[in-house]
């Protein structure tokens, strides 16, 4: 269990040759100690929708044994294989869900996918790696 509860962001940033089309499919959660605390789809105010992808951001609860958080997006490609990247980062001082929000989705950020836009606010994040997926087209 992380020692500072703050603000945490999650956040997916497709490849370059991945649409967007279907951002209906947008959904989030936020699990502690085994029950679902927050359930979050497109249109809450902590889901961030923007061009270049989708993020969340989490106000941790205190206390618990346990926790765990997700968020997923629905991506169609007509390209085969494709990428899509994914970023968590876990906030190590306090950082305001508007601080959280700010940033925007490219390779140039925090595991090559949130880039935020105050470098304060940048350096009260872990800077975790992300991943990525290769995905192929199911015909």
Do not use: C, E
Request: aromatic share 6%; net charge positive; hydrophobic share 30%.
């Amino acid at each position: 269990m992380p020692a500072t509860r703050s603000h945490d962001v999650i956040a997916i940033r497709p490849g370059l040759s991945i649409g967007l089309n279907d951002r209906s499919s947008i959904t989030g959660y936020l699990k502690h100690n085994g029950s679902i605390v927050q359930n979050y789809t497109k249109g809450h105010s902590n889901i961030k929708d923007i061009s270049g992808g989708v993020g969340l951001s989490m106000s941790l609860p205190s206390g618990g044994t346990s926790m765990s958080h997700g968020l997923t997006m629905i991506v169609i490609s007509n390209r085969d294989p494709f990428t899509a990247y994914g970023s968590f980062q876990h906030a190590q001082s306090a950082v305001t869900l508007a601080d959280s929000k700010a940033y925007n989705i490219n390779s140039s950020g925090l595991g090559s996918v949130i880039d935020f836009t105050n470098t304060t606010t940048r350096s009260k994040y872990d800077a975790m790696q992300g991943v990525n997926v290769h995905g192929v087209q199911i015909h």
